[in-house]
T-cell receptor, first 113, second 113 residues
Framework: AQSVTQPDIHITVSEGASLELRCNYSYGATPYLFWYVQSPGQGLQLLLKYFSGDTLVQGIKGFEAEFKRSQSSFNLRKPSVHWSDAAEYFC???????????FGTGTRLTVIP | DADVTQTPRNRITKTGKRIMLECSQTKGHDRMYWYRQDPGLGLQLIYYSFDVKDINKGEISDGYSVSRQAQAKFSLSLESAIPNQTALYFC????????????FGSGTRLTVV
């Protein structure tokens, strides 16, 4: 079945530590790939997206993501986490020819001092 | 003013009542979407619209209806609310398709008692 999987429901990191959030997808062809962030009480904000080309994409707020075709993955990374990064993060895909985005179940990030 | 505005922000209603959630946008986007967010389930698509005359069902349209009153306005109705429709509802817009990413409203938290 086609799906978007975020295997980590909740991650806790210390401020200043590095972060990696995992996302795997199962679609026939490489879809368009996105990461969104949802701060408490807010809507979702686009962090970055991948269409084609360079497999390492840069986003806002110091985030980056790497597309790995062989692993069907699009993991989100940040070298040094700030307390303000505490939020919920959603991976999303737009399969080729699709009319809408499909979202993973989200990963909640807690940042401890 | 926000690009995508949802009203109300919070609503408590009783089982069996009809309720309407409203969404308006200033992005000038043709495409509008309604999503529902439940803890641990991510976002699920309820309805989407490509223009005023084009309305489409999403993954979980049962129990919901929509109206696209104008390019800028897209309303979601629960004809007879039930407790399992308690959720966070998001409206989103996109320029020409999901590959362009979405702009989200801040959400409406609906509680059905």
């Amino acid at each position: 079945a086609q799906s978007v999987t975020q295997p980590d429901i909740h991650i806790t990191v210390s401020e200043g530590a590095s972060l990696e959030l995992r996302c795997n997808y199962s679609y026939g062809a490489t879809p368009y790939l996105f990461w969104y962030v949802q701060s408490p009480g807010q809507g979702l904000q686009l962090l970055l997206k991948y269409f084609s080309g360079d497999t390492l994409v840069q986003g806002i707020k110091g985030f980056e993501a790497e597309f790995k075709r062989s692993q069907s993955s699009f993991n989100l990374r940040k070298p040094s986490v700030h307390w303000s990064d505490a939020a919920e993060y959603f991976c999303a895909v737009a399969p080729s020819g699709a009319n809408n985005l499909f979202f993973g179940t989200g990963t909640r990030l807690t940042v401890i001092p | 003013d926000a690009d995508v505005t949802q009203t109300p922000r919070n609503r408590i209603t009783k089982t069996g009542k009809r309720i309407m959630l409203e969404c308006s946008q200033t992005k000038g986007h043709d495409r509008m979407y309604w999503y529902r967010q439940d803890p641990g389930l991510g976002l699920q698509l309820i309805y989407y619209s490509f223009d005023v005359k084009d309305i489409n069902k999403g993954e979980i349209s049962d129990g919901y209806s929509v109206s696209r009153q104008a390019q800028a306005k897209f309303s979601l109705s629960l004809e007879s609310a039930i407790p399992n429709q308690t959720a966070l509802y998001f409206c989103a817009t996109s320029a020409r398709g999901p590959s362009y990413g979405y702009t989200f409203g801040s959400g409406t938290r609906l509680t059905v008692v």
